[in-house]
């Protein structure tokens, strides 16, 4: 089992969660892929570096897009809140050093930009 691969406890827990096999082929080894996209978000390495013991970067990919698309991921993540009862959400908060041409331009253009992300980051977002 490599550093990144789910426990056999921690897959007894996200089995049940995935969606049941619709039409189509029979999906293989959920388990597989579910690691390789794990690997990549704890990693930060491109698709195309997934390494081969995930399968083919393409499938790993288009597993974790078809179901951030039909929302199995944030089904997931609410089933997985509610079993806890000292689930928390976090943001995660990074710090970015700016090419010093950030700080400011003739025309006023950053202006512009850094007063769009100021009125996004006053938006209160709720739950549905």
């Not at 969606?19 to 892929?33: A, L, N, S, T, Y």
């Not at 794990?38 to 179901?67: M, S």
């Not at 509610?82 to 970015?96: K, N, Q, R, T, W």
Request: charged share 30%.
């Amino acid at each position: 089992m490599a550093r990144f691969d789910l426990s056999d406890e921690e897959w007894a827990v996200i089995e049940p969660l995935l969606p049941q096999v619709g039409r189509g082929p029979k999906r293989k080894e959920d388990r597989k892929i579910l690691n390789g996209i794990f690997y990549i978000l704890r990693t930060g390495a491109p698709w195309r570096d997934l390494p081969e013991r995930y399968g083919p970067y393409t499938t790993v990919y288009n597993r974790y897009n078809r179901w951030g698309e039909r929302g199995v991921w944030k089904g997931i993540f609410d089933a997985l809140t509610e079993e806890c009862e000292d689930s928390l959400i976090f943001i995660d908060a990074s710090i970015v050093k700016a090419h010093r041409a950030a700080s400011g331009s003739k025309k006023g253009g950053w202006r512009k930009v850094l007063d769009a992300h100021e009125a996004v980051a006053q938006a209160k977002f709720t739950w549905p």
